[in-house]
């Protein structure tokens, strides 16, 4: 599947007021992972090729992940038929110990037009769901300070 010619993309940032290590440590502990009505299960370590199974009402997802930097960047990518979806995230050092979370959305392969409603939707929802993350990890991080 070629995932270059993306048929919908979206990208967005959040500024987090915690360290780049601590947000990553964060965010790939899955059980920080709080959308409900979704539940994720992560299949072994969080590394290239470990699978994460999400439930929702009716609707079972098996994720991949892939390119793991760790501590700066994984991507998680959503197998779809013919298509697939990924959540490109990445964490860069910004100053005075802050950190900037980038997620950016990608929808690609033959199929992808199928799916392309749903993915503009998890544009629209995405941006708060970022903000929400950022806001546990800096509870988090204030916990412990």
């Known amino acids: 599947?070629?995932?270059?010619?993306?048929?919908?993309?979206?990208?967005?940032?959040?500024?987090?007021?915690?360290?780049?290590?601590?947000?990553?440590?964060?965010?790939?502990?899955?059980?920080n992972w709080d959308d409900p009505p979704a539940k994720f299960r992560l299949e072994g370590p969080f590394e290239d090729g470990s699978?994460?199974?999400?439930?929702?009402p009716g609707q079972t997802l098996v994720s991949v992940i892939r390119d793991v930097r760790a501590g700066r960047a994984a991507t998680i990518e959503v197998n779809l038929p013919n298509a697939a979806f990924c959540f490109y995230w990445?964490?860069?050092?910004l100053?005075?110990?802050?950190?900037?979370?980038?997620?950016?959305?990608v929808l690609s392969g033959e199929d992808a037009a199928i799916f392309?409603?749903?993915?503009?939707?998890?544009?629209?929802?995405?941006?708060?769901?970022?903000?929400?993350?950022?806001?546990?990890?800096?509870?988090?991080?204030s916990l412990i300070s």
């Open 1 to 31: 599947m070629n995932l270059v010619d993306a048929a919908w993309e979206f990208e967005h940032s959040v500024e987090c007021d915690a360290l780049r290590d601590f947000c990553w440590s964060y965010w790939t502990n899955i059980a």
């Open 116 to 141: 392309l409603d749903q993915a503009k939707v998890m544009g629209e929802t995405g941006p708060e769901g970022v903000k929400k993350l950022v806001a546990a990890m800096e509870r988090a991080r």
């Open 51 to 56: 699978r994460i199974t999400t439930e929702l």
């Open 90 to 93: 990445s964490f860069e050092d």
């Open 95 to 105: 100053e005075a110990e802050r950190t900037l979370i980038s997620q950016r959305l």
